[in-house]
């Protein structure tokens, strides 16, 4: 089926990539024990995932949230919307029971 925006397309196409060539990495023992593998291509799929994984950072937020939970579900302090990670997670500090008040064992510290 086709895709009607070509940048969904390139990355699907890399993910795929990555997918079927981790894959492979996993059984690269298996894959070069037969002979359908040599030293070169191992080598040549290893810089391919790790090139694939560049390809993809930028685009590690849109896939994260394409295939996860909404972060409401998760209450993850790294999962914002906005991408401000800092603000939520000191949201999250300050509005924490007991952020501001002393620990029960200050006292010992004193005395």
Known sequence: EAFSDRQTKIVLTKLFELWALTSIREDLGVFAEVGYL???TIEAIRTRIVSLCGELKDEAIGIIEAVADPEEILSSPLATENG???GKFLQM???FP?????PAWWR???S
């Open 93 to 95: 500090v300050r509005t």
């Open 38 to 40: 040599s030293g070169r």
């Open 98 to 102: 007991g952020t501001f008040e002393r």
């Open 108 to 110: 010992e510290l004193r």
């Open 84 to 86: 401000d990670i800092y």
